[in-house]
């Protein structure tokens, strides 16, 4: 009988909200072990910072209203910050700009470093998390995960084969269909699957909670036991 439980991941590296459910995660690590497995999928927050930009910030020139979003979002990162206990650095925030719209590079980037090193995939995301919102590094720009990935001891070479051949671009359209199957409306979410049943959960912030419908998905089997 396989006791393996999954958890699957609905994130954007960007997310300060994911990076804050690191403790979250590593915690569960612990707890189960080798019985669960983490895995991520990558749902694109921000396809265009004009979606997210109030209607003031879209009126003003790129240059000025893109800035002022980062602004703002900067407050809301630091309102997350207590949440995971984990600290973040939003002085001169600057994610976007206008050559620089999206996080779409950010989720491509994933899984590029998965196909080139899958042994590195989980440790790239980490960084690119702490890139982006505690060392403040414009993690939109190509050159800056290019620096990511050699940091995490990535190749170079394989990861931008990845990133440009097509094989990241196919990786993050299944995972679009597939948070689009599941009904994945807001992120953080997570997936619990075990032996062919599944229970999806938003944001959650508490071992007590998650652990609590990891026993009850697996109760059947603790019952036969």
């Given amino acids: 009988m396989n006791e393996q439980i ?4 609905f994130t954007d590296p960007m997310m300060g909200l994911s990076y804050e ?3 979250l995660l590593d915690a569960l690590k612990e707890k189960y072990g080798s019985r669960l497995v983490i895995e ?3 749902a694109i927050l921000v396809r265009d910072v004009s979606d997210f930009m109030t209607a003031e910030e879209r009126a003003l020139p790129p240059e000025i209203g893109i800035p002022r979003y980062n602004q703002r979002l900067a407050g809301i990162y630091k309102s997350e910050e207590p949440i995971g206990s984990l600290p973040m650095n939003m002085e001169g925030f600057h994610l976007f700009d206008p050559q620089h719209r999206s996080s779409q590079p950010l989720c491509l980037a994933y899984h590029a470093a998965r196909l080139a090193a899958p042994d590195k995939a989980e440790q790239f995301l980490i960084n690119l998390r702490a890139a982006t919102v505690l060392q403040n590094r414009p993690t939109t720009h190509r050159d800056v995960i290019l620096e990511i990935v050699n940091e995490t001891g990535i190749d170079e070479a394989a990861f931008i084969d990845h990133f440009l051949n097509g094989s990241a671009d196919a990786a993050l359209e299944e995972d679009q269909r597939f948070a689009q199957r599941l009904g994945i409306r ?4 997570y997936l619990l699957s075990y ?10 912030t508490y071992l007590s909670r998650f652990s609590s419908a ?3 998905l697996t109760e059947n089997r603790a ?3």
């Fill in 6 to 9: 999954t958890l699957t991941v």
């Fill in 21 to 23: 459910s690191q403790p």
């Fill in 40 to 42: 991520y999928r990558m």
């Fill in 186 to 189: 807001a992120l953080p979410a």
């Fill in 195 to 204: 032996q062919g049943r599944r229970w999806i959960l938003p944001f959650i």
């Fill in 214 to 216: 990891i026993d009850r």
């Fill in 223 to 225: 019952r036969r036991d």
